[in-house]
């Protein structure tokens, strides 16, 4: 795949609070791995998860307020505005629970998907044509609890649509659960069949659920045991079978476990994890027949309490949100092999969780 050398525009949520802090706006130089600060693009409350439109110059945001389950965050979209990262707002609506977590958009790009953590709703938010948000229209409120003292009740913390959109997965971390609604796109609704679940060993904090090339297999990240799960996917019935767990810490870490983010090559043959124990990047091999994970590498961040990690496009470069260290650091992706190495490149930027690169800027007026 030819990579463009054009400079690239990108957004990186944060857990900034205050008149000062919210979502920022960098230029990536795809030739070089290069970072330049363009500064703060929007003020919002803990924007920690910030999507980028895939067809139109939007941006999707959270406000992750209300985790403790007293108050309803929200959820934000804006226009970008050009080159320098500007952000207009579209709309801010409340996302149907407290702690807003994780966004996913339906392929149709019509509909966000929400996880409120705060009291383990998922929800559904209409898109309009030109990015406005109207009211949830759907929501579904998870229920469990789990050994471990953050998992005294239901907390969604992932929202996933499956390669054939039929199925919307939420991993939920108070819960040890995968809870599987079936959707409906053209309705905007989630079914509630209570048979459609997977869990997982107790206390284990399911996190984030991706997809692996070709829809087969899925992968779970568990946050409290720092354990990727895999799963054999049945599209038909909306069903995950495990297959195989692997734990990210060494049996003589000494540290409680603490995963955070992971993605997958866009050639889908590489696995990537963040564990903030150590801190570093896990680096597997996915097996294209059976969906096992291999490990590869373990590469330290430089930096502390590694959050999300976002690959440019084209897979050439993997960008580090260290948020304890207040950087986003790049990383040179070895296509071949899958290996990191640092590229020297990072910019400062205050407490980040996530990165996500617009559309191209010259598609941007």
Same mark, same amino acid.
């Given at each position: ?10 957004? !990186?949520g ?9 979502i ?5 130089? /795809?030739a ?16 920690t ?6 067809r139109r ?6 406000? $992750? ?11 934000l979209?804006f226009? !970008?505005?050009g ?8 709309a801010?609506?409340p ?11 339906d392929r $149709? ?17 209409p ?5 406005d948000?109207?009211?949830?229209c759907a929501l579904? %409120? ?6 471990h ?21 939420a991993?939920?971390m108070?819960?040890?659960? !995968? ?10 609704t ?18 984030l659920?991706?997809f ?8 779970l ?10 799963f ?11 297959l195989?767990? !692997?734990?990210?810490?060494? /049996?003589?870490?000494g ?18 994890a ?6 570093? %990047? ?7 027949e ?6 590869q ?12 990690? $976002? ?22 992706? $070895?296509?071949?092999t ?8 990072? %910019? ?15 598609? %941007?007026?």
């Amino acid at each position: 795949m030819q990579t463009s050398t054009e400079p690239l525009l990108l957004f !990186i949520g944060s857990q900034g609070q205050g008149e000062d802090q919210g979502i920022h706006a960098a230029r990536f130089f /795809p030739a070089s791995g290069k970072l330049d600060v363009l500064g703060l693009s929007a003020v919002v409350a803990r924007p920690t998860w910030v999507l980028a439109d895939p067809r139109r110059p939007v941006l999707y945001a959270v406000s $992750e307020v209300g985790n403790a389950g007293d108050r309803i965050g929200n959820v934000l979209s804006f226009s !970008i505005g050009g080159e320098n990262g500007s952000l207009s707002l579209l709309a801010s609506v409340p996302s149907g629970g407290g702690g807003p977590t994780h966004l996913a958009l339906d392929r $149709e790009g019509t509909t966000l998907c929400v996880a409120n953590f705060g009291g383990g709703e998922v929800a559904l938010v209409p898109v309009s044509d030109h990015g406005d948000l109207a009211p949830v229209c759907a929501l579904r %409120i998870g229920s469990g609890s789990g050994p471990h003292r953050r998992q005294k009740c239901a907390h969604a913390h992932g929202v996933t649509l499956d390669p054939t959109g039929r199925y919307l997965l939420a991993p939920d971390m108070g819960a040890d659960r !995968i809870f599987i609604y079936p959707y409906d796109a053209a309705g905007r609704t989630l079914g509630d069949d209570p048979n459609l679940h997977a869990s997982v060993p107790a206390g284990s904090g399911p996190r984030l659920i991706l997809f692996g090339k070709g829809g087969r297999f899925a992968y779970l990240l568990s946050e409290l045991s720092a354990e990727f799960f895999v799963f054999a996917w049945n599209a038909e019935g909306g069903r995950l079978e495990l297959l195989s767990s !692997i734990a990210l810490d060494g /049996p003589d870490t000494g540290s409680e476990p603490s995963a955070a983010g992971f993605a997958i090559s866009p050639d889908g043959a590489f696995l990537y994890a963040t564990n903030r124990t150590v801190p570093a %990047i896990h680096v597997f091999a996915i097996d294209p027949e059976c969906g096992l994970l291999m490990p590869q590498q373990i590469v330290p961040t430089l930096g502390e309490k590694p959050w999300a990690l $976002e690959f440019s496009p084209g897979g050439d470069w993997l960008l580090c949100a260290n948020q304890a260290s207040d950087e986003v650091r790049v990383f040179a992706v $070895e296509r071949a092999t899958g290996l990191l190495s640092d590229s020297g490149n990072a %910019i400062a930027v205050p407490a980040p969780t996530s990165v996500a690169f617009s559309i191209p800027l010259g598609a %941007i007026q």
